[in-house]
């Protein structure tokens, strides 16, 4: 149902524009994980139906599956309040930020941080599987023995639901919603976490790997990566002084350090060519 509710939003049936043709096109970036075509056009019609799904209840609809056990299910109710989100759409996180401003909103916030944790520890895990597969390879090689020529496992694929997540807070927080401070502070609840921490020791965990990944273009870690500055970015966006105070404890900028020191920046051959056109030697 979730994956169905998400599906009409990127095919708005009802919307004048949305012919056969255009529907394809949407139907393409579905299954692919794109945004909506209609929501970079900001295309009015993919607005009010943002905003007819939310009255109508899918914002309740997702913090309701939040609380599942189910990990596919979790998954699909992030990816539909991305959707949900898309673009910043106000009214959307007025209702999202009313549910969650309440006391109630405790299983909601502990489940986003039971799948940091295990985000974390999946990665972990899959770093250990790596290892131990590239030792076996290196000795099978050792001892003569041909290789089945089976590639080692990707990292990224323990991150999906990590990505999909920080995609979600990222749109909580655009256009300088109180959503902002709610993702840093849940005043009303028994136990108050603290995401813009949580999302910076994420990006600890993953900054050993940054390197091996680009080289291996595994884009799903990369873009793990950038999409979590991306959200503490539009956490401190306003400026929300309280969440810079915070953000700029956490580390976050010894690990900017820490990212830039691992990049070579190199010419490209064409600049390299262009800056010496007559072949002079450079001392």
Known sequence: GLKVVRAI?????????????????EYARLLNNQPPLAAEKESKHFAQLQIRLAKLGCIDLVVACMS??????????????????????RP????????????TSQPFFQQIHQVLEDSVAALKTQKRKIKQAAAERD?????GIAST???LPSLGGSLLC?????????RMCMGQHMLQDILRNQKLNQISINFLEEVVKYLVALEPE???????????????AIRGFLMLSDAMRGPNHLNQKHVAQTGLMDL??????????????????????EGRKVA
């Not at 189910?70 to 959707?83: F, Q």
């Not at 000795?139 to 001892?143: E, F, I, Q, V």
């Not at 190199?266 to 010496?276: H, I, L, M, Q, V």
């Open 9 to 25: 939003l990127y095919l708005m049936p009802d919307a004048p524009e949305s012919t056969p043709e255009r529907q394809e096109v």
């Open 68 to 89: 599942s056990e189910n990990s596919d299910i979790i998954l699909a109710a992030v990816m539909l309040s991305v959707t949900l989100l898309e673009g910043g759409c």
């Open 92 to 103: 959307a996180q007025d209702m999202l930020g009313n549910v969650l401003s309440q006391s």
């Open 139 to 143: 000795a099978n090689k050792a001892a």
């Open 149 to 151: 020529g089976a590639e």
């Open 162 to 170: 990590m990505t999909e997540l920080i995609k979600m807070m990222r």
């Open 210 to 224: 940054l390197t091996v990944a680009i080289q291996d273009v595994d884009v799903v870690v990369v873009e793990g």
């Open 256 to 277: 900017g350090d820490r990212i830039f020191g691992k990049i070579h920046f190199e010419e490209p051959p064409s600049e390299k060519k262009d800056a010496n056109p």
